[in-house]
C-alpha cells in the first residue's frame, strides 16, 4: 500500500494492510506489513511454519490483537463487515470434541442471517444442504463432527464458509490432509467463486502448485518478502528470502521445480 489512496479507492479494495505488527508475549511474529488485495483474485500466502501466516488472518479477523496497524475491509473495519467475509480455520486448530453434527457446522455459516437462538427455518437447512452438496458431503449430515476424517471435516468447513455467501474468504491451509479427489472439488469451487468476483485468500504450503492454483501472491517471513502477480514475484530469488532458514526443503522445492521449469530464473 503506498499511502496515496483516496477515500472511494479504498472502498474497493477488498482487503487492506497497512504496517501491521502482531506480537505474541511481547515478541513480534508479523512486523511492518503492508499490502492489499485486489478484487476477484485468489491469492496465496505463502511462507514457512511459523512464518505468521495464520496469525496474519487471525490479526485481520480480529481473533488475536494488533500492536500496531489497521486493517480495512472495502473500507471498513472488519467488525462492521463481517457478514463478508468467511473463514476456513487451519485444521488442527479447532477443538473436534464439541458434540455437534455436520449440518450444525455448516448451519453455524448461516448464523449471522438466521441470529443467534433463533430457530432455523427449513429455508437454512436447505442451503446448508445445497453447500454440502457441493462438497460431497451432503451424505453425512447427521454424522457428529469429531467422527468425520480430517479431509471430510475439512469439506464441511468450506460448505460453512460457502453458504455464508460471503464476498471475501480467507482458507488457512484447505488442502493440507485432502486427498486428489477433494483437492479438486476444492479448486472447482474457488474457480467457481472467483468468476463471481469473490476474493480469496489460501494460506498453502505445497510449492508445486503455487502457479497452477494463485493469481497473485503474499510472500511471507514474519515481514512481507514480496508481494504481487504470481508471475512475477514467484521467483527463486523470492523464495530463498522466504524460506532461507529452512534450505533443505528449499533446495528440494526449487530443484524440483526448476527441473520442470516452473520457477523463474
Ligand atoms: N497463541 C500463541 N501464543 C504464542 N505464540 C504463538 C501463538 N500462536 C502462534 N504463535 C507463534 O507465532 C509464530 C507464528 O505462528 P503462526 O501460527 O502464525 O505461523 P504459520 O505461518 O501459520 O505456521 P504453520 O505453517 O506452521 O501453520 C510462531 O512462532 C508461533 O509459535
Ligand atoms: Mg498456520
Not at 429455508?123 to 451424505?139: P, S, T
Not at 505445497?206 to 492454483?213: E, I
Request: charged letters at 25%; one cysteine or more.
Amino acid at each position: 500500500m503506498n499511502g496515496i489512496h483516496n477515500v472511494e479507492d479504498v472502498n474497493k479494495i477488498p482487503v487492506l494492510v497497512h504496517d501491521l505488527t502482531v506480537a505474541y508475549h511481547h515478541k513480534p511474529v508479523l512486523w511492518d506489513v503492508d499490502f492489499e488485495v485486489e478484487e476477484g483474485q485468489i491469492v496465496g500466502i505463502i511462507g514457512p511454519n511459523g512464518a505468521g501466516k495464520s496469525t496474519l488472518i487471525k490479526a485481520i479477523l480480529e481473533l488475536v490483537s494488533k500492536t500496531s496497524g489497521r486493517v480495512l475491509i472495502y473500507g471498513e473495519p472488519y467488525r462492521k463487515q463481517r457478514s463478508l467475509v468467511g473463514y476456513v480455520p487451519q485444521r488442527e486448530s479447532v477443538d473436534w470434541d464439541f458434540p455437534v453434527n455436520a449440518l450444525d457446522v455448516v448451519l453455524m455459516g448461516l448464523y449471522g442471517k438466521i441470529g443467534w437462538c433463533r430457530p432455523v427455518t427449513k429455508n437454512y437447512k436447505d442451503l446448508a444442504m445445497v453447500a454440502m452438496e457441493r462438497v460431497g458431503m451432503a451424505d453425512y449430515a447427521k454424522r457428529q463432527i469429531s467422527q468425520l476424517s480430517g479431509g471430510q471435516q475439512q469439506r464441511i468447513f468450506l460448505a460453512r464458509a460457502l453458504v455464508q455467501d460471503a464476498k471475501i474468504y480467507f482458507m488457512d491451509e484447505p488442502f493440507v490432509g485432502v486427498d486428489a479427489a477433494t483437492e479438486k472439488a476444492i479448486v472447482t469451487i474457488l474457480h467457481d467463486l472467483k468468476s463471481k468476483g469473490k476474493t480469496v485468500l489460501i494460506v498453502h504450503h505445497t510449492l508445486q502448485t503455487v502457479k497452477q492454483y494463485f493469481d497473485s501472491l503474499i510472500m511471507l517471513n514474519m515481514r512481507i518478502v514480496a508481494t504481487g502477480l504470481t508471475s512475477e514475484v514467484f521467483t527463486q530469488k523470492n523464495l530463498h528470502k522466504t524460506y532461507g532458514g529452512r534450505l533443505t526443503l528449499l533446495e528440494e522445492a526449487v530443484q524440483a521445480y526448476t527441473r520442470e521449469g516452473r520457477i523463474d530464473e
